[in-house]
């Protein structure tokens, strides 16, 4: 079992930047890749970056790419999702995910956090 606590939420203006971070507690966090979904509002949950187990594989949506940057540190347990140059249209709750499988943290994850509010003004 792996558990994770998101934080780095907030209200920000457009062209800002926050940082979420993603805690894990449980088993050895190096074992799993993780990533991010999000969810607005009337819309479905979508995966937004993913990250494999040591960092070397990254994936990023279309919407976000050039734009997010997720990130790892293994010795704290711990993922981040930089967010710069933020839209009103990146407003969401975001959710910090993990399992054992790669690809599955893009589609279908084993473990999610309990998600933190980001909310873009225009």
């Known amino acids: 079992q792996v558990q994770l606590v998101e934080s780095g939420g907030g209200l920000v203006q457009a062209g800002g930047s926050l940082r979420l971070s993603c805690a894990a507690y449980?088993?050895?966090?190096?074992?799993?890749?993780s990533g991010w979904f999000r969810q607005a509002p009337g819309k479905e949950r979508e995966s937004v970056a993913a990250?494999?187990?040591?960092?070397?594989?990254?994936y990023y949506a279309d919407s976000v790419k050039g734009r997010f940057t997720v990130s790892r540190d293994n010795a704290k347990n711990t993922v981040y999702l930089q967010m710069n140059s933020l839209k009103p249209e990146d407003t969401a709750a975001y959710y910090c995910?993990?399992?054992?499988?790669?690809?599955?943290?893009?589609?279908?994850?084993?473990?999610w956090g309990q998600g933190t509010q980001v909310t873009v003004s225009s």
């Open positions: 990250i494999s187990w040591n960092g070397g594989i990254t």
């Open positions: 995910v993990a399992d054992l499988r790669y690809g599955a943290t893009m589609t279908s994850p084993d473990y």
């Open positions: 449980g088993r050895t966090f190096s074992d799993y890749s």
